[in-house]
């Protein structure tokens, strides 16, 4: 009943939930202790429609500046531009620049052709700016601090962290601790003027001690959580990129740029700052992050300007960066965003659906309670004949039986749960970004707990990514290649095909070999770009002699949808030559002729095409990545805005590339088949090389199919339905076909999916799966800000310490719930039939704070930071239609409550009796034992907990320090409580038998819930 409840109303989506179901659920929790604390990891719904108003407001601005910028542009074609008479400010001259920041803002945002050619163009920028567009900017601090004095930061404002003192207030603002302070503060007063000081002020001073206590253990609790989530969102927001400094390439953070810098941008990469293009080829870029707007937009040398926060959708470029930080529109809206807040998770819902559903019971309950208690007092005095006689005795225990009640809501009401999931899941994100794994979406934790299917490349995560060409087939003849044979090859091959060889290699590349500040020879780009230029450059090849010595017409870039990249040059002698590089056998297909060993070109017969067939089959067999050479000889009529031909070229020859298995990736892959988690490999490799790699990693059985993308695009829905469960490698495959496979995977077979993306065309696979893993050394900006979880080594064996992790949260948090509702359960039943059976409430407020400190903050630390262990990957995963609140949850609750609650209820019944209690202090003693051995019960129900299948609770205990610390201070704090703080806490000191006996019970829990184990449910 509970669960479909709570499936109908406090139910969201991991992600992309809608914003009507986040406003259902917070509606629906109407009764709320303390709305600051219950909310605070919740998103700001109302800052969230004001970002949105943002992009819609920078869309129109958008559209009006490039109308008028095209407007502008058309004007002042072959007219003559008066120079700028901008006045630059005293301070700007000083630093030594010609230009303020507010004009390059004007420029750049306001897309401004005319005020940009009014400035000299993108040269004059540069100039004014003190920069220069091939060496970049000095790195002498003086003049980087004169011109961030100038032009500011790219850093964005950020709201200030929480200070300690400010948790300590949001825990005050519970409502339930306000009535009970008031009720101190009256107790306070009444006590005092009826028995004197200090005798009369001991209750009050005790709930006022207990609330203290209360809440800044809350308060050390929330404040610690906070300051980890401010760790983990400083991880979240590094970025680095490409910028030319002092003539040197190097690597630097985006929040290290400053107006004049010289970025290198390429597919996949965000843009870091405001600027304005400098030369490149094919750049495309996607707004939609800024404006909203889905087209992209074609940025050149006639329309340069771009925007912080927007991505490359393709192509690359080098850049200037004119305007930085809160400058930008960039800024202003991460600023308004980083206020919106993450979605909330789904667990952390629907235990506030628990916690309003409890809450409303434990306030109907406390009512009740209160109401008998004033019947009883009032029965009592009618009976006395003194009805109509109150003294200060019967005011302070009207005010007991009221803060008693209240006390009941503050117990009954399990504020902390949703809250206990917050604490999980951070301490699992501090230890797994230990792990190698950058969470960005808090959910992403608990449904990775859920997988069963994960979805993987096969580059950089199965394998090294670490390339090194070994096999060539150049010219027809095939060798090995190491250090000393370079020189074979070498000697085989012609000048001619050489320079052919070398030509294809330095130009149609994505990589780049320059000179770091170090002075050495440094090699950029992707693993497979660099092992083909180290590749050249053992062949004694100059990159930047065969790079100056051709110009560059066009370039398209390499995308995983062609699966090539090619690019045309112009010859040093005059005319055109258009090289191309892939997938071998879509580069073999598009070819007509060949090289052959002298060099030669010939045509591409039978016998030709069925050797190089099969020379790509032997790499590939050999789990060799294969991408084959080709060039064609262009007319002189082709221009760069035609497209590069697909047809008629030459081949050179085919590189077979060795990227060896990761260590540990086979055991992985063992690993998640006995947890019930189902491993496919979907590459854009060739179908040879993934069936050996995926037979080595012991991802392709015998049962299993391997199918290449063109194929399963093919086919129908209804063969898709019998194919889709036995496919356990995808190779050629495009975007499209692992989106496709991935919305199969979830919607018609029901599985939690896990995906694994690098490349910019990953993200809508990674958007569409219930986790997006991007990889962080070879994942593009695109992809990781699609993903969910950063996997920081690229490595496969991280991606299932992810998942272990995930379970671990999952399993962590029904631990705790299982064991705050059994507190919650008992508590309120005493309290409840004590007052409507004998009149009084065996439990006082001071004592009730306590156990709701062990239940609730305490508790939440010592089972929501369990460490995982090897044994949650023996277990089959939740899935999708698990219920969080189970069967096993269930019996083990209602088992420990019923245990509980007979053990206190024979107390109140028989104790005297059984302890021989007489006398005035026989209630007291008879009240601290009942308080004791409910302690007791709630201490080794605690243990109990850690298992809630398996009956060994005690396995690992000792590794788990927090546990141990919960454990011996709640311990130690109960013998205080008990033997020396009588006077505040209404108990008194107890005997060893006594003692012996609270342990005892609590002790029998222990078997009891062992016996309950082995029942089936």
């Not at 601790?177 to 101190?184: E, H, K, N, R, T």
């Not at 709930?207 to 800044?216: N, P």
């Not at 006995?674 to 854009?684: D, E, L, N, P, W």
């Not at 920081?792 to 999952?810: C, P």
Request: proline share 3%.
């Amino acid at each position: 009943m509970m669960e479909s409840y709570l499936k109908e109303n406090f139910d969201v989506k991991p992600k992309n939930s809608s914003e009507e179901a986040l406003e259902r659920w917070r509606k629906l929790c109407g009764m709320v202790k303390n709305p600051k604390r219950r909310f605070r990891f919740t998103a700001n719904l109302s800052k969230r429609q004001e970002a949105d108003a943002m992009r819609l407001g920078n869309k129109e601005k958008l559209k009006v500046a490039v109308l008028v910028s095209k407007a502008a542009f058309q004007f002042i074609q072959g007219a003559q531009v008066k120079p700028s008479d901008e006045k630059v400010p005293e301070e700007v001259k000083a630093a030594g620049f010609e230009i303020s920041g507010d004009e390059l803002g004007t420029i750049v945002e306001g897309h401004d052709v005319k005020k940009l050619k009014s400035h000299g163009g993108v040269d004059g920028i540069a100039e004014k700016l003190s920069t220069s567009t091939s060496k970049g900017l000095s790195s002498d601090p003086d003049s980087l601090s004169k011109r961030q004095d100038i032009y500011g930061i790219n850093k964005f404002a950020e709201s200030e962290a929480k200070s300690f003192w400010v948790f300590v207030w949001e825990a005050l603002q519970d409502m339930t601790l306000m009535i009970l302070g008031v009720c101190a503060f009256v107790s306070l007063i009444v006590g005092i003027a009826t028995e004197g000081w200090p005798k009369g002020a001991h209750d009050g001073l005790g709930i006022v001690a207990s609330i203290l206590l209360v809440v800044f253990v809350t308060a050390t609790s929330d404040y610690r959580q906070s300051l980890q989530f401010k760790d983990l969102d400083k991880e979240k927001k590094k970025i680095s990129v490409q910028v030319t400094r002092d003539g040197c390439r190097q690597k630097m953070s985006i929040y290290e740029l400053l107006a004049g810098d010289i970025v290198h941008l390429s597919i996949g990469d965000q843009v870091p700052a405001d600027g304005l293009f400098l030369s490149g080829f094919s750049v495309l870029i996607d707004e939609s992050s800024l404006t909203g707007e889905s087209e992209p937009v074609m940025v050149n040398s006639e329309y340069p300007f771009l925007l912080s926060g927007t991505k490359v959708q393709d192509g690359s470029c080098k850049m200037l960066v004119t305007t930085v930080g809160m400058r930008t529109q960039w800024g202003k809206l991460m600023a308004t965003l980083s206020e919106g807040g993450d979605d909330e998770t789904p667990l952390q819902v629907k235990l506030n659906g628990v916690a309003t559903i409890i809450g409303k019971i434990g306030l109907f309950f406390a009512v009740v309670t209160f109401a008998v208690l004033v019947q009883g007092l009032v029965s009592r005095k009618l009976q006395e004949g003194r009805i109509w006689s109150w003294n200060g005795d019967d005011a302070l225990e009207m005010l007991e039986f009221f803060a008693v009640a209240v006390t009941i809501v503050v117990v009954a009401v399990p504020e902390g749960l949703p809250l206990a999931v917050t604490l999980s899941l951070a301490f699992a994100m501090k230890k797994m970004m230990n792990d190698k794994a950058l969470v960005r979406h808090l959910a992403a934790c608990e449904t990775m707990g859920s997988a069963t299917t994960i979805c993987s490349d096969k580059t950089g995560t199965l394998t090294t990514n670490h390339m090194t060409v070994v096999k060539t087939c150049i010219c027809m003849n095939t060798n090995e290649v190491s250090n000393n044979k370079a020189s074979d090859l070498c000697s085989e091959l012609s000048d001619s095909s050489m320079k052919l060889l070398l030509q294809s290699i330095f130009n149609n590349t994505g990589g780049e070999v320059v000179v770091n500040k170090h002075g050495k020879r440094e090699i950029l780009g992707t693993p497979t770009e660099t092992a083909i230029l180290e590749f050249g450059l053992s062949l004694g090849g100059d990159f930047q002699a065969e790079k100056q010595e051709c110009n560059v017409v066009k370039v398209e870039p390499f995308n995983s949808t062609k699966k090539k990249m090619s690019l045309v040059v112009e010859l040093p002698g005059g005319g055109l030559r258009a090289h191309c590089k892939g997938a071998s056998e879509i580069i073999l297909a598009s070819c007509d002729k060949v090289l052959n060993s002298a060099g030669e070109v010939v045509l591409l017969n039978e016998e030709s095409s069925n050797h190089l067939k099969a020379t790509i089959d032997q790499f590939a067999n050999e789990a060799l990545r294969t991408l084959c050479l080709a060039y064609k000889e262009l007319d002189n009529g082709f221009s760069s805005e035609d497209p590069i031909p697909d047809s008629g070229y030459t081949c050179i020859g085919i590189v077979g590339i060795k990227d060896p298995v990761r260590p540990g990736v086979k055991e992985s892959v063992a690993v998640c088949r006995s947890a019930g988690i189902t491993v496919r490999m979907v590459t854009g490799d060739n179908i040879n090389t993934a069936k050996a790699i995926a037979r080595e990693c012991g991802i392709l059985t015998d049962d299993g199919i391997a199918i290449e993308g063109p194929e399963f695009r093919e086919k129908s829905e209804e063969e898709l339905l019998k194919l889709i469960p036995k496919i356990q490698v995808m190779a050629r495959s495009s975007p499209l076909d692992k989106h496709t496979l991935v919305k199969h995977l979830r919607n018609t077979f029901g599985e939690v999916v896990a995906v694994t993306g690098d490349g910019t065309n990953d993200a809508p696979a990674l958007h569409e799966a219930d986790i997006g893993l991007a990889m962080g050394i070879a994942g593009t900006e695109v992809a990781k800000e699609s993903a969910d979880v950063i996997i920081l080594d690229d490595n496969f064996s991280t991606i299932v310490t992810v998942a272990k992790w995930g379970r671990s949260v999952y399993i962590n948090i029904q631990k705790f719930v299982q064991f705050q509702l059994t507190v919650n359960v008992v508590a309120l039943i005493v309290n409840f039939t004590s007052a409507c059976v004998t009149g009084s409430a065996p439990l006082t407020a001071v004592q009730l704070l306590w156990v709701n400190m062990i239940m609730d903050t305490l508790g939440a630390l010592a089972l929501a930071t369990e460490p995982p262990n090897d044994d949650l990957m023996k277990r089959l995963p939740v899935g999708r239609k698990g219920n969080f609140i189970s069967n096993v949850m269930w019996r083990n609750i209602l088992g420990q409550s019923l245990y509980q609650f007979m053990v206190i209820w024979f107390l109140q019944s028989r104790g005297k009796s059984i302890f021989s209690l007489d006398g005035p202090n026989s209630d007291l003693v008879l009240n601290t034992l009942i308080f004791n051995t409910f302690v007791f019960c709630q201490v080794f129900n605690e243990i109990n907990s850690r298992e809630m299948e398996e009956i060994d609770v005690f396995k690992g205990i000792l590794n788990n320090h927090v546990f141990v610390g919960v454990l011996t201070a709640t311990v130690f704090f109960q013998i205080i409580i008990v033997e020396y703080l009588g006077t505040f806490a209404n108990t008194t000191p107890l005997t060893l038998v006594q003692w012996f006996f609270s342990l005892l019970v609590g002790f029998l829990g222990m078997p009891i819930a062992a016996r309950l184990k082995k029942i089936r449910v």
